[in-house]
């Protein structure tokens, strides 16, 4: 803990009430009682516009505890005595001074009055009797209080740490060590920072500083835009005021440019024949059945990239895509200035957004998909996902059934169905992806490993049976079995790259 100089145990702190009689703050009129009033009594020497010569500034401020305020100070006595001796060598007397309004920090009002004299100098003690009648007492009160005149605080903006580029949407702490330089009192304040309009940014309040100490003030911004910021911080709001401010700005500049992020990527292939059969049956008791009959006979495949990363991506889009399997670029689609179909926020803001798309494309017969999401938080649940996945279809289906009073009417059905969708490419040896996708934000995404596709099979048929009873206490028997037989190439892949 910092040890506070002797010299300074006498000095009133701004903003510090007691209730018993210290330097700076009156005591109560009598043992046992509450007084109505509480005087602060501060001193500080400011330097004025004409050169090398200073203005003490006393205030006294007047605290209500019960009844009402004191508008007017029917008499204030100022006075200065050699401690030593008692001997009086500086002495002020003024009659029926009012008392104004003043809100301290934390919105706390209380009656002030001030003076302003050439003929103090530091380090002087300086006691103060006050003599008050507020509306509704019967008799008048004496507040005294007593201090040092000292000199006012002098803050000044130190080193400023930052980072000299940044990503959009990625958040920035900006820290600012402030030095108070005057050495006689500390203060409290506020640190802003803001743009090259004057905006402001961010601030950091109710910061302390003690005499001839440091302080840093922590703030916190993100940009929605590319390219150099300037930003300006300032020293607001110091409670005791300064007489110089003139040493509370600081200067920095942060360039904002395209994030080229870490990613993870995945790839899929499947590519079989099947060959599948599936029959369902109901019967309700006593004359309701429902039967059902599915039959596949043919080929299918699909293959697709995903590539994600930790980055929101503001919107228009442009987007690259390829599916290389065998070594051969198969499928390959760009698309350029993609907007969202569904979309919340506006990533110009940050904070909150979301956006996803979701396209076809007829030559390759591939569908593109992107999903973006900012949490407004550096909690690592932004993210930026895009996808290209291309399905292709080649079989019969064949399907069958009825129902017999089961909603109370009959109906039978059978039709057949061609299933034909993109073109089957029967791919055996491996599969490679590339996805990539920029804004103005930044960029991801490259190409995924090669992955090794293998053979699989699946033969297997299974059936079973089950009751169970309706609403109305109904029995309804179930029976089902099927025949799976299904083979062909399979793959998957997973990995993370680093820009």
Not at 6 to 26: E, N, Q
Not at 432 to 444: A, D, E, I, R
Request: net charge negative; hydrophobic share 35%; glycine share 10%.
């Amino acid at each position: 803990m910092r040890r506070i100089p002797r010299r300074l145990l006498a000095v009133a702190v701004w903003g510090l009430l007691l209730l018993s009689g210290r330097d700076g703050v009156s005591a109560p009129t009598a043992p046992g009682s509450t007084a109505p009033y509480q005087l602060q009594l501060i001193a500080m020497l400011k330097p004025t516009t004409e050169a090398g010569s200073v203005v003490t500034v006393v205030k006294l401020q007047i605290r209500t505890v019960a009844g009402s305020p004191p508008t007017v100070a029917n008499k204030v006595q100022l006075k200065s005595e050699e401690p030593s001796t008692g001997e009086t060598y500086w002495v002020k007397n003024i009659t029926n001074v009012p008392l104004v309004d003043v809100v301290l920090p934390g919105s706390e009002v209380v009656k002030e009055c001030s003076f302003e004299f050439t003929d103090l100098s530091r380090r002087m003690p300086l006691s103060a009797q006050v003599n008050i009648k507020s509306e509704d007492s019967t008799k008048g009160e004496i507040l005294r209080a007593n201090t040092l005149v000292l000199l006012c605080p002098d803050l000044r903006t130190g080193l400023i740490n930052a980072p000299s580029a940044v990503g959009m949407f990625q958040p920035v702490d900006i820290r600012v060590v402030v030095f108070e330089q005057n050495g006689d009192l500390g203060a409290r304040f506020d640190v802003a920072v803001l743009d090259e309009s004057g905006q402001e940014l961010d601030r950091c309040t109710g910061v302390s500083v003690g005499p001839s100490d440091s302080a840093t003030a922590v703030l916190s911004i993100k940009f929605s835009t590319l390219g150099s910021k300037h930003l300006t911080t300032r020293i607001l709001n110091s409670d005791p005021e300064e007489a110089n401010t003139s040493n509370n700005e600081g200067s920095l500049t942060i360039t904002v440019a395209p994030v080229t992020a870490r990613w993870e990527w995945w790839v899929d292939y499947n590519d079989y024949r099947l060959d599948d059969y599936y029959s369902f049956t109901e019967v309700k008791q006593p004359t309701g059945s429902w039967h059902t009959e599915f039959e596949n006979h043919g080929f299918a495949q699909w293959a697709d990239m995903t590539a994600r990363a930790p980055v929101p991506m503001a919107w228009p889009w442009n987007f690259t895509g390829t599916l290389r399997l065998d070594g051969a670029d198969q499928i390959q689609v760009s698309r350029s200035g993609i907007l969202p179909d569904v979309s919340e926020g506006d990533p110009a803001a940050g904070g909150v957004f979301f956006g996803s798309y979701r396209g076809f494309d007829p030559e390759t017969q591939a569908d593109i998909t992107i999903s973006v999401y900012s949490s407004g938080a550096d909690d690592g649940s932004s993210y930026s996902l895009a996808e290209l996945h291309q399905l292709a279809t080649d079989y019969v289906q064949y399907s069958s059934g009825y129902y017999n009073n089961w909603y109370g009417s009959t109906y039978n059905w059978t039709g057949t169905g061609l299933i034909r969708q993109g073109a089957l490419r029967h791919a055996t040896q491996s599969i490679q992806g590339l996805v990539g996708l920029t804004s103005q934000t930044g960029s991801f995404g490259g190409w995924s490993d090669a992955v090794l596709i293998a053979p699989f099979a699946d033969h297997h048929t299974s059936s079973g049976s089950s009751v169970r009873f309706d609403p109305t206490g109904a029995r309804i028997d179930t029976t089902f079995s099927s025949t799976i037989n299904e083979e062909g190439h399979s793959a998957f892949g997973y990995g993370v790259s680093n820009p």
